[in-house]
């Protein structure tokens, strides 16, 4: 028994560790959001994550650290929400509902929410804290855009549009009734009918005009989502 205790022990601390970094790391969200960045210590983290000071600092080292580890949390719960490819014998509007329905989702979804008001808040005057996420951005495509382009090589969308702006006109037009109204203003996030007609609404009007044959990619999709209840 001693000996399965014992070889249990470097787990155990392992889990506690883990614990104790991840109840900083929301704690730090939740001071950045009540107090702003500027204003919020790492005395403050500390009482709010229930730890020592101490032990805020021997997992990081300066409150920067704590935002790079609040920015790192938002690219993998992004990058973990965001795969997609074109499969050719679908109707593009069937495919574009599955992708765009799960991004809603992921934009409803209060801890998601919670991190990029944080990120937000600390970046709009200081643009330099968010550089290293920019780079990441930078290097790696986007799978909206990548499915657009090679929605483009088989002929099913317009070619003489550049795919990073077909990308960012359809993510625009979601975003706007989606994420930021709840990001800026507070506004509740959106229920799933209105998910739903938003979705429907930007598959429409995006295939509509940049898809080769609008009517046959549109199949499949219900119009009575659009009317009003």
Same mark, same amino acid.
């Not at 650290?65 to 929400?81: G, K, P």
């Not at 998601?112 to 330099?128: N, Y």
């Not at 290293?132 to 088989?154: C, F, H, N, T, Y």
């Not at 799933?192 to 609008?214: H, K, V």
């Given at each position: 028994?001693?000996?399965?205790?014992?070889?249990?022990?470097?787990?155990?601390?392992?889990?506690?560790?883990?614990?104790?970094?991840?109840?900083?790391?929301?704690?730090?969200?939740?001071?950045?959001?009540?107090?702003?960045?500027?204003?919020?210590?790492?005395?403050?983290?500390?009482?709010?994550?229930?730890?020592?000071?101490?032990?805020?600092?021997?997992?990081?080292?300066?409150?920067?650290?704590?935002?790079?580890?609040?920015?790192?949390?938002?690219?993998?719960?992004?990058?973990?929400?965001?795969?997609?490819?074109?499969?050719?014998?679908?109707?593009?509007?069937?495919?574009?509902?599955?992708?765009?329905?799960?991004?809603?989702?992921?934009?409803?979804?209060?801890?998601?929410?919670?991190?990029?008001?944080?990120?937000?808040?600390?970046?709009?005057?200081?643009?330099?804290?968010?550089? #290293?996420?920019?780079?990441?951005?930078?290097?790696?495509?986007?799978?909206?855009?990548?499915?657009?382009?090679?929605?483009?090589?088989?002929?099913?969308?317009?070619?003489?549009?550049?795919?990073?702006?077909? #990308?960012?006109?359809?993510?625009?037009?979601?975003?706007?009734?989606?994420?930021?109204?709840?990001?800026?203003?507070?506004?509740?996030?959106?229920?799933?009918?209105?998910?739903?007609?938003?979705?429907?609404?930007?598959?429409?009007?995006?295939? #509509?005009?940049?898809?080769?044959?609008?009517?046959?990619?549109?199949?499949?999709?219900? #119009?009575?989502?659009?009317?009003?209840?």
């Amino acid at each position: 028994m001693a000996f399965s205790l014992c070889n249990s022990c470097p787990s155990l601390l392992r889990r506690l560790t883990d614990k104790k970094k991840e109840a900083i790391v929301q704690a730090a969200v939740q001071e950045f959001r009540r107090l702003g960045y500027d204003a919020t210590s790492m005395d403050a983290i500390a009482a709010s994550a229930g730890v020592s000071k101490r032990t805020v600092y021997n997992h990081f080292p300066g409150k920067e650290d704590l935002f790079a580890a609040i920015l790192q949390r938002l690219w993998e719960t992004v990058m973990v929400n965001d795969r997609f490819d074109f499969i050719a014998p679908q109707t593009l509007a069937s495919q574009l509902r599955q992708y765009l329905q799960q991004k809603i989702a992921l934009f409803s979804d209060p801890a998601f929410v919670d991190l990029l008001r944080v990120i937000v808040a600390a970046t709009i005057h200081a643009p330099e804290r968010a550089r #290293g996420m920019v780079e990441q951005l930078k290097q790696s495509e986007p799978v909206i855009v990548r499915w657009i382009r090679d929605a483009q090589a088989s002929g099913r969308l317009l070619a003489e549009y550049e795919p990073v702006d077909l #990308g960012d006109l359809l993510m625009g037009q979601v975003k706007a009734v989606a994420l930021w109204p709840q990001i800026m203003m507070g506004q509740p996030p959106l229920d799933e009918l209105r998910r739903q007609r938003l979705a429907e609404m930007a598959i429409r009007q995006f295939l #509509g005009t940049f898809s080769q044959q609008p009517d046959a990619e549109l199949q499949g999709l219900c #119009g009575d989502t659009l009317k009003n209840p």
